[in-house]
């Protein structure tokens, strides 16, 4: 019996009932066969040894997927297993998923010290170099409940059926995979051989509890990273080591920026230089919502659970919202800002001619985030986003969405000099609404994109549950993605609360909601920000643009003269006038990423001039006041 297979590319091929996805891989090219890790049949990820037999599309999973990155960590996680149990046989291990870092491994054990992180990984490198073929084993609850017998996290595990270590609910078959002696429960896809794992390191140890209970027994945890080659593994750890010195929880109290305090747990304390930066995002922004036709708005703190339960983030955000007791009556802390702006949208009539509507709001947000998720600036609780939301006809979807990704072209690209991927998320299982109305909002949302000429990654089942959505990735300087700009299509909300226009025909229309945000959260942003500049911020961003440095006491006079020549014209300027070297001086002036440095001394009174030098140790040398002043404000102006 035969079965046709349909590539990616849309190329079809005849193969025998029977052949696995292997076979077909060894069919293209050697090469692909080598490095493919599993395959995909139409939505279905298989290993490479399973039988094909019935037609299917069919795509080969190698490194370079995103689907095969997760199924080599998970591998890997399963030789960390294999390597404890062969080092400690008495050790359970229980979980070992993959992160966004890496992976890890939980294990019912005494505690492992730094000294067993170095002898596990020389046993794991010892157990890849056997090159063990992984193998699918199928099995009856009953029969798992043998192999795992003298595992209680196994055997819990098999018995409840509710988490991905098994194929799926009651009656389905759970899978196990061995590697030599070794056998780990899993759902799997594997990597056809263990040898293809080619460099691992073990980064942490940790406690955590089994099922993430405090009231269950706490179990050991080993993280791990790890990839097909050293020479990626050499690169990630480079990596590493430039994010710790750029990392903006310590560049943001070196330099003054920010603060936080136990009290008041993920929510930042914005201190003067930071809050300078702060502003001067806030200004920014708001001269280009002026250019673009955008109402600012400032609404209320705190809203009555009716407007949430009319929105319908009352029954599927409510865990995340801060709720008190207000006059007998349950408010909330604002989430979001959506609801209220269609509120002010519904505050009187609106006809077609009004729209497109596009209102902007920095009011500040609240989320109940779980304490240990919260993570410097990147994740807050009190925050506050360049939200805006744009009500719109149908037949306007196209230009808004086509005006807004050129919008986040020109913040990310031309001003901060970020790169972007774009994700297109589609329905999710849990959505509010129709179906049908869903499908065309999908469609206006993904035409955009085509018309805009953007590539773009499709996630299934990832859109928010009131509309499709479009996310930014933005990479950053050392090539990390962070994802911040957004924009949604929302057909749901409006109709929950009638929000309507009066058409050309005279008849009464749902108007169409767009969520966006450019740079998202301010807070995430800036922090962001802070890593990819590794503090030192483009002129324009800059808390001090310049300071000046005296020679000695006579000089002090001249330089508050330059000092308030250039404060007058507007840019952020101070003076060093202590007794102290001037090589110290200026060594702490960059350390602090002041931009310019300026030196005052007999000279320069002399010539009525200052001498420049650069954060970057860059001697420019001697400058006419009014020469230095003009060159920094046009590069103020320009932003870059």
Known sequence: MKLTITFPDGSKKEFDSGVTAMDVAKSIAEGLARNAL???????????????????????????????????????????????????????????????????????HEPFTPDDLQKIEKKIEEIAARKLPVQRMALTEKQALEVFKDNKYKTEIIKSKDTEEVAGGKGEEITAYKQGDFIDLCRGPHVPNMGMIKAVKLTKLAGAYWRGDQKNKQLQRIYGISFPEKKLLIEHLQRLEEAEKRDHRKLGHQLGLFMFHEWSPGSPIMLPKGTI??????????????????????????????????SGHWSHFKQN??????????????????????????????????????????????????????????????????????????????????????????IYIDVFGFSFNAKFSTRPKEFMGDATVWDKAERALEDSLKKAKLPYEVKEGEGAFYGPKIDFDVKDAIGRDWQLATVQLDFQMPLRFGAEYEGADGKKHTVVMIHRAILGSLERFIG????????????WLSPVQVKILTVADRHDSYAESVRKQLFDAGLRVVVDDRSESIPKKVREAQLEQVNYILVVGDQEIKNSTVTVRTRNNEVVGEKKIDEFLTALLDEIRRRK
């Open 321 to 410: 919202m801060f709720v008190m007791d207000i006059d007998g009556e349950e408010f909330s802390m604002k989430p979001m800002n959506c609801p209220s702006h269609v509120l002010i949208y519904k505050s009187q009539l609106r006809s077609y001619r009004d729209l497109p509507m596009r209102i902007a709001d920095f009011c500040f947000l609240h989320r109940n985030e779980l304490r240990g998720v919260l993570g410097g600036m990147t994740r807050v609780r009190k925050f506050s986003q360049d939200d805006s939301h744009i009500f719109c006809t149908p037949e306007q979807i196209q230009d808004e969405i086509s005006a807004l990704l050129d919008f986040v072209r020109y």
């Open 528 to 539: 962001v920000m802070v890593e990819h500049y590794a503090g030192r911020f483009p002129l």
């Open 277 to 310: 930066i702060y502003n001067e995002l806030l200004t920014f922004l708001r001269g280009e919502y002026r250019k673009r036709g955008y109402l600012e708005v400032i609404t209320p703190q705190l809203f009555n659970k009716a407007l949430w339960e009319a």
């Open 38 to 108: 599993a395959a995909k049949a139409d939505d279905k990820l298989i290993d490479l040894s399973t039988p094909l037999t019935k037609s299917c599309s069919l795509r080969i999973i190698t490194w370079k997927d995103p689907e095969g990155v997760h199924i080599f960590r998970h591998s890997s996680a399963h030789l960390l297993a294999h390597a404890v149990h062969e080092l400690f046989p008495y050790a359970k291990p229980t979980i070992g998923p993959v992160t966004e870092e890496g992976f890890y491994y939980d294990f019912d």
